[in-house]
């Protein structure tokens, strides 16, 4: 591992943390394979709010709130809430959307890819093929001097937009639940109690600020400058997923096979990651991290996860999201799901417009001296 | 000197890498505005065989990073 080895213990803390917190809410209710998914759990919202109608996905998960209010009570705890904003914010809102419909295409952003793969869902390793190779694109751009520019330091207003958010949105659903829209079947009706979910949530979270947890930041990190430190905290979490199902009695051994909430479309399960992955590393960090710089008062990645929010409601509105494998039960037919055609062409326009903002931020002068 | 102030991770390691590469200064200073670019710097600059001291001035930080 070279002389650049150290590893942060809270990296590990926190790795071990999300996977015990991601079987416990499984445990209790969440769907298979699905304690967090940050994708999944900010589509639901957007299902619960409105902003679409896909009847099987629409929850107020108060996973999402947690991560975010237990990142901005940690960084106020660590002095490190500031309130920064002004890179390229309307470009990290669309790089949002389009990670946001890469995940839905595959079904799980990187955390639940690991938390899948945990679960032996052989699926899921081809996903994190995917999303390797798009973490390798987005290096080479890195590399070629991209970058969204420079954030200034803001109003303490633009910092609190995510955590106020999060707190309104948590009295709503507590006060007066019946404006929101819930799942009675589907992925959308399993989960833990909103409290267990908030309380382990506001932990993850904490430990997630902490300890600068992120899925694309530890492959990019180990590539780019043989740096481990973020990419054991991606270990700790598969092994604990791993170990803990084999001890709940839920592992069944690694297949591609009828695995829960995931297709055996194996092109688009890489195809969806590679978005995710390039578009990550562009944004500077995974969907989770994103969360938890919004938490910390980061004004762009609150914009890149309400650009998050409006991409699922576009997955879904415009029927881009994957379907899950299914077997019929009175005919025993078999389905391995996959994307419709729609879904298809947004993946290779969504490429198209990766590779535009790749190109267009990398400064003319770096061109030609690279 | 590395002024990656405002840019988020991993662009001030990048440019630090950059500059140590090309030209393998005895002594960088490198300016950053966030703790956690604080410690992805430390990280490559101990593993390139720095030794780094780190002042806080207003939420924003100087580090001194020097062959060891």
């Not at chain 1, 150290?6 to 943390?17: C, E, H, P, R, S």
């Not at chain 1, 679960?119 to 694109?137: E, P, S």
Request: glycine share 12%.
């Amino acid at each position: 591992m070279g002389k650049n080895s150290k590893i942060n213990i809270w990296v590990l803390i926190a790795g071990l943390a999300v996977g015990v917190a991601s079987l416990l809410l499984t445990f209790l209710g969440n769907p298979k394979n699905m304690g967090f998914c940050i994708a999944c759990f900010v589509r639901d919202i957007a299902g619960a709010t409105g902003l679409h109608q896909a009847a099987v996905v629409q929850y107020v998960r108060p996973e999402i709130i947690g991560l975010i209010l237990g990142s901005f009570i940690m960084s106020l705890a660590t002095k490190e809430f500031k309130a920064k904003a002004g890179s390229s914010p309307a470009v990290r809102f669309i790089l949002g959307m389009c990670v946001m419909i890469g995940a839905l295409v595959f079904l799980g952003c990187p955390l639940r890819m690991v938390i899948r793969m945990g679960g032996g869902d052989l699926n899921a390793f081809v996903g994190l093929a995917g999303f390797a190779i798009g973490i390798l694109i987005g290096i080479f751009f890195l590399k070629k001097g991209f970058s969204l520019k420079r954030n200034y330091t803001v109003t303490t207003t633009e910092g609190l937009a995510m955590p106020i958010s999060a707190v309104v949105l948590l009295v709503l659903v507590i006060a007066v639940p019946s404006i929101f829209i819930f799942s009675e079947m589907g992925p959308g009706s399993m989960h833990a109690p909103l409290f267990v979910s908030l309380a382990v949530a506001m932990v993850v979270g904490a430990l997630a600020q902490k300890s600068r947890l992120c899925m694309v930041g530890g492959m990019r990190d180990a590539v780019m400058f043989r740096d481990f430190n973020l990419l054991s905290g991606f270990g700790v979490i598969f092994v604990t997923i791993l170990v803990g199902n084999i001890i709940l009695g839920n592992f069944n051994g690694f297949s591609t096979y009828l695995q829960p909430i995931a297709h055996a479309s194996q092109l688009w399960n890489l195809l969806g990651m590679v978005i995710v992955g390039w578009g990550s590393v562009l944004l500077g960090g995974c969907p989770l991290r994103q969360l938890i710089l919004a938490g910390e008062g980061n004004g762009d990645s609150s914009v890149t996860v309400f650009g998050m929010l409006v991409g699922a409601a576009f997955a879904h509105n415009f029927k881009l999201a994957g379907s899950a494998a299914s077997l019929d039960p009175e005919t025993q037919v078999y389905n391995a799901g996959g994307i419709a055609n729609t879904g298809k062409v947004a993946v290779a326009f969504i490429f198209v417009v990766l590779l535009f903002v790749s190109v267009m931020n990398i400064p003319k002068l770096e061109k030609k001296a690279a | 000197m590395v002024d990656a102030r405002g840019l988020s991770c991993p662009m001030p390691v990048v440019m630090v890498q950059k500059e140590v590469n090309a030209n393998k200064p005895s002594e960088l200073e490198v300016l950053v505005d966030a703790k956690v670019c604080v410690e992805n710097v430390t990280r490559y600059a101990t593993s390139q065989g720095y030794k780094v001291e780190v002042k806080e001035v207003d939420g924003e930080f100087s580090m001194m990073l020097k062959k060891a």
